[in-house]
């Protein structure tokens, strides 16, 4: 897709007690305003820098996109910086990084989101650029066809032609969950990213793309007064386009493990992806399971490193991931997931079970509020770490808006991170990472299954 930690910032949390986190915690400056179409804008004003962030979030991602159109809202990412009748292919990129800014896109399964940071005077030429493509694009063969090949030569190069191929974030959602929204590959295979017409992606942007579905983040030199009015100048004309209604693509918890086993070419050595299905957002739990997330596998003083990898020497490496996205950004069905490279002479089972070891640990005993600590103190700084960014500020707030209808749940997150105890990461424990829960692939070098039976599920 298109496309510090700050030392006096983490060297102050580190050394914070739990008290002092809690009383003298930054409070991100938010002001929200909706325009009469609907578009919602969310500015953070801190003039500690003479720039701004800016990001439109539109409440389209992969689970909207159409039955046998698999990586479309993926394509039409790639669509939206191809050009307006009236400012022409390579315009929007030249503006903003002629300036010394920079931008960029992405699409998850509940957003997609464009960024940009520049100076602050650049900010009415962005938002101008902004509101020009919300209105229509430049739709035309040519573009379409570019950017079709475009698409496929990124799955090529990040998918078909790397070793394990995003197996950990593509193939484990399509056997987690039973839902087409949900287990489908959004990043999109060939035959349907060739399927998209014209008309396709004329009616995607319709539907998909108004003001009354969008969000406004704006972070940085300016007064949330000024930002809304020049919001109101530029995108206050455009009209509200009624949005299809969204399918229920609710689940519940799995109630059976799923195994697979997947070959792979260019794999050195073999690798598990597991994955369980996280809590519903907004639920007691989503706070726990994202503290737990980390005490199991966030980085080398978690526990599945420091059980699996340096005490029991059956892995190399531990990863996790949250689907496409963060503990706090989803909307829908999501899995928390451990990704290992596991050692050839020892095999999934065994790696498994180490897993299941460790979490039963905590289900059973907790952990020591000097672990608990040490946790939420890493997560607080990486949390304020990234709001110093104004782009990722902007961002952060436009999303929050657009999946829980609160951007002021950028100042709420650090409170239910502070308040999780060791009852709750015990609860979660078992509630969420059971072994019914999880859906496992184990990705094997072709090498290794020669000779043996035919491997369960495509290789990517």
């Known amino acids: 897709m298109r496309r510090q930690i700050l030392a006096a910032l983490v060297g102050g949390l580190l050394s914070l007690s739990a008290h002092a986190a809690q009383t003298d915690r930054w409070q991100v400056p938010v002001a929200v305003k909706k325009l009469d179409n609907g578009l919602t804008v969310v500015v953070s004003e801190d003039r500690s820098s003479p720039t701004v962030g800016v990001s439109v979030v539109y409440g389209v991602g992969m689970r909207l996109e159409p039955r046998n159109r698999t990586g479309f809202a993926h ?3 790639h669509l939206m910086f191809e050009g307006t009748p009236n400012a022409k292919e390579g315009v929007f990129d030249q503006v903003i990084t002629g300036g010394g800014g920079r931008n960029n896109g992405s699409t998850r399964p509940d957003f997609t989101n464009y960024i940009e940071v520049a100076p602050s005077t650049a900010l009415e030429p962005i938002l101008w650029l902004e509101a020009d493509r919300m209105k229509t694009l430049d739709f035309n063969p040519t573009t379409l066809k570019n950017q ?5 030569e990124e799955i090529r190069v990040n998918v078909k032609n790397q070793p394990y ?7 484990i959602g399509q056997h987690a969950f039973q839902k087409w929204e949900n287990n489908h590959d959004g990043y999109g295979s060939f035959k349907d990213l060739e399927g998209a017409s014209l008309k396709d992606v004329a009616a995607f942007h319709r539907d998909y793309y108004g003001p009354n579905n969008a969000v406004l983040g704006i972070a ?14 530029y995108f206050g004309g455009i009209e509200a386009r009624p949005t299809p209604k969204a399918p229920d693509f609710s689940e519940g918890l799995n109630t059976k493990e799923k195994r697979v086993t997947q070959s792979d070419a260019l794999a050195q050595v073999p690798a598990i992806a597991a994955a369980w299905k996280m809590p519903e957002r907004g639920s007691k739990d989503q706070a726990p399971m994202a503290v737990l997330g980390k005490v199991l596998a966030g980085g080398d003083a978690s526990r599945f490193y420091q059980g ?9 490496n531990v990863e996790s991931l949250y689907g496409l996205t963060s503990p706090w950004e989803y909307d829908g069905p999501t899995l928390f997931t451990v990704f290992t490279l596991y050692k050839p002479t020892t095999d999934a089972d065994a790696v498994l079970a180490a897993f299941d070891e460790e979490i039963a640990k905590i289900a059973r005993e907790g952990v020591t509020d000097a672990e608990l600590e040490r946790v939420k103190t890493r997560m607080l700084a990486d949390w304020y770490n990234n709001l110093e960014s104004f782009i990722n500020r902007a961002d952060t707030l436009a999303k929050l808006e657009t ?7 950028v100042n709420k997150i650090p409170t239910w991170i502070e308040g999780v105890t060791s009852a709750d990461l015990q609860r979660v424990a078992k509630t969420y990472l059971t072994r019914e829960n999880r859906t496992v692939i184990d990705r094997k070098p072709e090498a290794m299954l020669q000779g043996a039976a035919p491997a369960a599920g495509a290789s990517k």
């Open 75 to 77: 394509l039409f990412e």
């Open 308 to 316: 699996v990898v340096k005490g029991r020497e059956l892995a190399l």
């Open 148 to 152: 079709q090949d475009v698409v496929k």
């Open 403 to 409: 999946l829980w209808g609160d951007a002021n749940v």
């Open 165 to 171: 191929g995003g197996f950990m974030w593509i193939d």
């Open 220 to 233: 940085g030199d300016i007064a949330p007064a000024e930002a809304f009015k020049l919001a109101e100048k």
